[in-house]
């Protein structure tokens, strides 16, 4: 991109924030010298720090406010108290216009509830859904939904399926996405009414690339499609399990290596290869999810993360605003929509 591109952040989200905003945002100033950060917090707490760092002061504004969102606030709390948030004010910079996107590690629920109320869905959205990536053996896959949504209609599922081609398309930079229904079995008669109905749709629909079928739990980490669509019920113990394994083995590994001494030696030895591991599956490098099916672009970083992390949560933004993720969910949308019988098919549910 050669056009200034603003993206605002809510600088008091997040466990170790103001510093892990600030520093990861300094991150991201090397890899996107195009962008004007927006930060919205304690200025007090802000402007010291920014002032050590030169080359992020030269391309960042800070806007007070007054308060934020805690971690252990209920959304409708925060909805009702929180407007003069760092968290609401900027989501209301991109709803002004004054931001293309806002990324966040704060509160979750009130970051949900805040982006919809203000920012509201795109034409045709019911409900926005929660989207992240992560590592395949073939590569890399998006999921959706991971838990925005416990219960889903075929509508919905087909919504998800619009949101996730795109995510792939403008995160992924996969020209011709393949997208898979989370089910039971791979068989068409497998699985509840809404999912086979979803699949009847997306068969017929004309989105870029092609809609696999059906896919099992194990298609995931395999990377059979590039797109999982589920609902958010699914699509969270789904993600919860995976990283639980990861955990899992990492702990047996360590363990493993630490049994004797010529565990240890081979450890050293295999030290390279276990650092490269280490770097492929590092969570830091997919954090970034994306409240998909919004008016305006709301990534969500993990809380916990550092200031890496973070600064790939605004990468995540970067791409979406400048692969134009929101123009392609409205083309997307209105071209699935106008296949013959979905409109039917999604009105008889």
Same mark, same amino acid.
């Given at each position: !991109?050669?056009?200034?591109?603003?993206?605002?952040?809510?600088?008091?989200?997040?466990?170790?924030?103001?510093?892990?905003?600030?520093?990861?945002?300094?991150? @991201?100033?090397? $890899?996107?010298?195009?962008?004007?950060?927006?930060?919205?917090?304690?200025?007090?707490?802000?402007?010291?720090?920014?002032?050590?760092?030169?080359?992020?002061?030269?391309?960042?504004?800070?806007?007070?406010?007054?308060?934020?969102?805690? !971690?252990?606030?209920?959304? #409708?709390?925060?909805?009702?108290?929180?407007?003069?948030?760092?968290? $609401?004010?900027?989501?209301?910079?991109?709803?002004?216009?004054?931001?293309?996107?806002?990324?966040?590690?704060?509160?979750?629920?009130?970051? !949900?509830? &805040?982006?919809?109320?203000?920012?509201?869905?795109?034409?045709?959205?019911?409900?926005? +859904?929660?989207? /992240?990536?992560?590592?395949?053996? =073939?590569?890399?896959?998006?999921?959706?939904?991971?838990?925005?949504?416990?219960?889903?209609?075929? /509508?919905?599922?087909?919504?998800?399926?619009? !949101?996730?081609?795109?995510?792939?398309?403008?995160?992924?930079?996969? =020209?011709?996405?393949?997208?898979?229904?989370?089910?039971?079995?791979?068989?068409?008669?497998?699985?509840?009414?809404?999912? =086979?109905?979803? *699949?009847?749709?997306?068969?017929?629909?004309?989105?870029?690339?092609?809609?696999?079928?059906?896919?099992?739990?194990?298609?995931?980490? $395999?990377?059979?499609?590039?797109?999982?669509?589920?609902?958010?019920?699914?699509?969270?113990?789904?993600?919860?399990?995976?990283?639980?394994?990861?955990?899992?083995?990492?702990?047996?590994? =360590?363990?493993?290596?630490? #049994?004797?001494?010529?565990?240890?030696?081979?450890?050293?030895?295999?030290?390279? *290869?276990?650092?490269?591991?280490? @770097?492929?599956?590092?969570? $830091?490098?997919?954090?970034?999810?994306?409240?998909?099916?919004?008016?305006?672009?709301?990534?969500?970083?993990?809380?916990?993360?550092? *200031?890496?992390?973070?600064?790939?949560?605004?990468?995540? +933004?970067?791409?979406?605003?400048?692969?134009? *993720?929101?123009?392609?969910?409205?083309?997307?949308? @209105?071209?699935? &929509?106008?296949?013959?019988?979905?409109?039917?098919? @999604?009105?008889?549910?």
């Amino acid at each position: !991109m050669s056009a200034s591109l603003a993206i605002s952040l809510d600088a008091m989200g997040g466990d170790n924030a103001p510093e892990m905003v600030i520093r990861g945002a300094d991150i @991201a100033r090397q $890899r996107f010298p195009e962008v004007h950060f927006l930060f919205f917090g304690d200025e007090t707490r802000i402007a010291p720090m920014i002032d050590k760092l030169p080359a992020l002061k030269a391309v960042s504004t800070i806007r007070h406010a007054e308060t934020e969102v805690k !971690m252990d606030d209920k959304p #409708s709390q925060a909805l009702r108290a929180g407007r003069g948030s760092s968290m $609401r004010l900027a989501i209301d910079a991109v709803q002004k216009g004054e931001a293309a996107a806002i990324v966040s590690a704060g509160n979750t629920g009130a970051l !949900m509830a &805040m982006a919809k109320f203000v920012l509201k869905t795109l034409p045709g959205i019911d409900r926005p +859904a929660i989207a /992240s990536f992560f590592p395949t053996i =073939r590569s890399e896959s998006v999921m959706l939904d991971l838990g925005a949504n416990v219960q889903c209609d075929a /509508s919905n599922l087909v919504q998800f399926a619009v !949101m996730g081609n795109v995510f792939a398309r403008t995160v992924l930079g996969v =020209r011709e996405p393949t997208t898979g229904l989370l089910n039971v079995g791979i068989e068409e008669q497998k699985g509840h009414e809404e999912v =086979r109905v979803a *699949a009847q749709i997306l068969r017929e629909a004309q989105l870029p690339g092609t809609f696999h079928g059906f896919i099992e739990g194990d298609d995931i980490a $395999r990377g059979t499609v590039d797109v999982v669509v589920t609902d958010g019920f699914t699509g969270n113990i789904a993600l919860k399990t995976i990283e639980g394994t990861v955990k899992l083995y990492g702990t047996f590994l =360590r363990q493993s290596f630490k #049994s004797s001494w010529l565990a240890g030696l081979g450890y050293l030895l295999a030290r390279p *290869a276990l650092n490269a591991l280490r @770097a492929r599956v590092d969570p $830091r490098r997919y954090n970034g999810a994306i409240f998909m099916g919004l008016n305006g672009i709301c990534v969500k970083s993990h809380g916990g993360t550092d *200031a890496f992390g973070f600064a790939n949560a605004i990468g995540v +933004a970067v791409d979406m605003v400048a692969n134009g *993720a929101i123009e392609k969910m409205k083309q997307d949308f @209105a071209q699935v &929509m106008a296949t013959p019988g979905a409109s039917e098919i @999604a009105a008889s549910l």
